[in-house]
């Protein structure tokens, strides 16, 4: 018999428990309650044995005190004394079972949904209207917690995710059997916030460890009878082999079952429909009126969980290139370098439907998402000797763009990163495609923004909800779209930004003033996006400024920029500039550069009298050429 506990008789009051927490010489029921009563008021012991001891308890008691409300005052006593250290799913799941057996519910019925119908008042016909409520407010007391606290405190491993998927599911049937003289609204809103949830828990499934300890080495089943621990061989199925099989059979089991449900809330209001009078005025005493269709909240659902699932696989196939390059030990050290999560807080709802359908799909930037990582050092310094190949007059600019990452590179360092950068020259000079070069070269994804001319912040914040015109800025836009949380972006023309706000709106601040906040890492960490409401953590973003000259930008924004002059080509560089519009016309057009037709380098880079006409006497000598000699074969 395990040890007595210390001092049992402080915890509990009536003299059944005290005898079985304390005394010896027990037989029988009583002795096999003992067993499991006393390590579960052992705080010696660990949370989810205690539980399990709990557990065990809950089942003994019936046969020992058999009378219901005897029965019921133990319960909830045991409960009471165990409760202040074990919250959790877990203990939720033996107060809501606690409750289901003192109505006359078998909690194994609970747990296969053999009361599960098909009938919206299944349940109240079979318990009666008054035990059903009762149980439903049961269902909503526990589930309070749920809401309340973090999934980070409630999930320890898969039993715990278990336990949280089971009662989820349970909150959901015994929603849809809302007594048909009752407003369904409410009831229809729960179900979707419960699903929402289910879903959560289903992205944190694949990364929680397996009970220690557990004589399988398996996750606990979703819906296995209460106390049979070895459920599959019951019923004929084939034990898994490992503990990631189990995995996955685990959350396999989940997604059929929140499928099941998510078809049962969106059918419901049919079912309603159809049994109410449709000649029942909308009047006080009557029915309530048909609520509105849950197809939109299945929509929102589909569209949160295709959000999320797009960046998992973005991230899935990164890792997957990673893993090709580094053994399993560099990789596992490269981790925490290789990703990074975009919003860490839920995203405000709103009302319209088409307004949460967009807030829907940045639900995948709640999920860690891809980082570039550096190339190793020869690697990183021929990319960067084909830059300065490229853009030979530009050699003082690459050499401050790529030299803090050789630099970093070579000190072991992984993560792209630099300070700002401010590329300041005349018109022509080439400044925009040294950028997008560089974004090409380095396997960055490059995201242009013309902020010369603007008044106000709205292309950096988005604009706010409530306007016709809302939606999130560019930057929060391509990091959802290309499923990455580091881009390049060209801040192009910064010189010729406003220093003031728009005169036609109060509400947006002036652009050079939002970009002070951008370009600092402390206020990236929280960028507020105007429209998500949400702070986005925008630090790992790589920024590249251009202007033509420096006089027009405010001190404090320059001061958060490295100024770096980019010359006025030489015509020795004209045939270099040649090869690199027919490319840009190539990547225009869609073609590769191979198909281009053969031009007169020398003879283009005689006649041009500077880089912008020489740009143009290009584009214009290629549409000769293949009007002369027809499409090459």
Known sequence: MHPLPAEPACLLQSPVLIMLASADGLTGAALSAAEALRPALDERLARLDRLDALDRCLDWLP??????????????????AVAPALQGPRHRELQLRSSAVQ??????????????????????????VQQADWLRNEMASVMHLCWREPLDEQLHDTEEAAALIRLLRLY????????????AQPMLNACARALGLWAEVEQRLPQLPTRPGRSTGHPVGLYAVHGDTNQDEASG??????????????LQDSRQARQQATRQVAGHTDIIAAVQPASTPSSPGSFPAVPRSLAG?????AAREASVAASKSALAAHEAVLAERFTPAALEALRPHSRWQVIREPIPEMRDKDDRLT???????????PLVLLPEVAELQARIT???????????AIEVAAGEMLARRRLGAVSFAWAPILLVGPPGTGKTRLARRLAEVMGLVFLPLGVGGSSDSRLLTGTSRGWASGEPSPIVRALRDRRLAQILVLLDEVDKCSTHGSTRTVNAAPMQAALLGLLEPESSRNWIDGYLQVPCDLSKLLFVATANRLGT???????????????????QHYPVIVQQVVRDVASDWGLPVEVMPALDVSGLARAAGSVRELVRLVRREIVREVSVSGAPH
Do not use: K
Request: charged share 20%; proline share 9%.
């Open 63 to 80: 046969v020992v005190m058999p009378e219901p409300r005897a029965l019921e005052h133990l319960s909830h006593e045991l409960l009471r």
């Open 297 to 301: 909240e299945v929509a929102l659902t």
């Open 237 to 250: 199925a084939a034990q898994p082999q490992d503990p990631d099989t189990a995995h996955q059979a685990l």
């Open 553 to 571: 930008i405010e001190a404090a924004l320059l001061s958060r920029l490295q100024p770096v002059l980019v010359p006025t080509p030489e015509r």
């Open 172 to 183: 959901v049937l015994l929603n849809l059997d809302t007594s048909l003289g009752r407003s």
């Open 103 to 128: 109505i006359g519910i078998a909690w194994s019925h609970l747990r296969t949904g053999a009361w599960d119908t098909g009938h919206p008042a299944g349940l109240t016909e079979r318990l009666g």
């Open 359 to 369: 807030l829907a799909s940045y639900e995948g930037l709640r999920v860690p998402l």
């Open 386 to 396: 084909q830059l300065h190949g490229e853009f030979p007059w530009a050699t003082r």
